[in-house]
């Protein structure tokens, strides 16, 4: 079993930047594809970004291009999401992701999730 617990959500004004974590634990994350997911209310949840196993391939949603990082520090069972360039469209629950099939990177189809944290941008 892997655990995935997000921190680092909050609220930001439009134009500002936020930077999520994930902790993943149960699993080396090494082990790991690791991607972020978002929902906002009344929509369906959204790919944001994604991370192979070393980290050396990375892929993002159209809507986030050029304004989101996403990075991971295997020794510290860590993935991250910096936000940079808020808008108000990027309100929204964000959710983290696992998956030990490579195949997940392309497919983003992620077996264990985290619970999600809020993420709210003002105008």
């Known amino acids: 079993q892997v655990q995935l617990v997000e921190s680092g959500g909050g609220l930001a004004q439009a134009g500002g930047s936020l930077r999520l974590s994930c902790a993943a634990s149960g699993r080396a994350l090494s082990d790991l594809v690791m991607g972020w997911f978002r929902q906002a209310p009344g929509r369906e949840r959204e790919f944001v970004a994604g991370i192979g196993r070393s980290g050396t391939a990375t892929l993002y949603g159209d809507s986030v291009k050029g304004r989101f990082d996403i990075s991971r520090e295997n020794a510290k069972n860590t993935v991250y999401l910096q936000m940079d360039s808020l808008e108000p469209e990027d309100t929204a629950v964000y959710y983290c992701?696992?998956?030990?099939?490579?195949?997940?990177?392309?497919?983003?189809?992620?077996?264990?999730w985290g619970q999600g944290t809020q993420v709210t941008v003002s105008s």
């Open positions: 992701a696992a998956d030990p099939e490579p195949l997940a990177f392309r497919l983003l189809e992620y077996h264990y």
